[in-house]
């Protein structure tokens, strides 16, 4: 089993910034995708890259506002977030999959515990 291990989630103010980490233990030629479940409502995915190749999947709610990437020597893939909303609150997942897809959750085997992203005033 690959761990993955998510981190920087934090208490943020609407309209600012932040940044989340998925540590993953190895890096293959798959795919690691992020996902997010607002408290009462069903976990969401937000956004893919198929590592290696490099393209990028986002859904209509993150594309514009996110950015996922990733950093092959430090066996990290990112979501940079701007102009959060309140809305954007929820705890975010990394997982990963064969490939990215339609970020369809049933694609993807392995999962993070999560980290909370807060946006309050």
């Known amino acids: 089993q690959v761990g993955l291990e998510e981190s920087g989630g934090h208490l943020v103010q609407p309209g600012g910034s932040l940044t989340l980490s998925c540590k993953v233990s190895e890096f293959y030629l798959d795919a690691i995708g992020w996902f997010r479940q607002a408290p009462g409502k069903e976990r969401e995915g937000v956004a893919c890259?198929?590592?290696?190749?490099?393209?990028?999947v986002y859904t209509d709610r993150a594309r514009g506002r996110f950015t996922i990437s990733e950093d092959k020597t430090k066996n990290i893939v990112y979501l940079q977030m701007r102009d959060l909303k309140s809305d954007d609150t929820a705890e975010y997942y990394c997982a990963r999959a064969n490939y990215c897809g339609i970020l369809s959750q049933n694609d993807f085997h392995s999962w993070g515990k999560g980290t909370l992203v807060t946006v309050s005033s």
């Open positions: 890259i198929n590592v290696g190749i490099g393209s990028k």
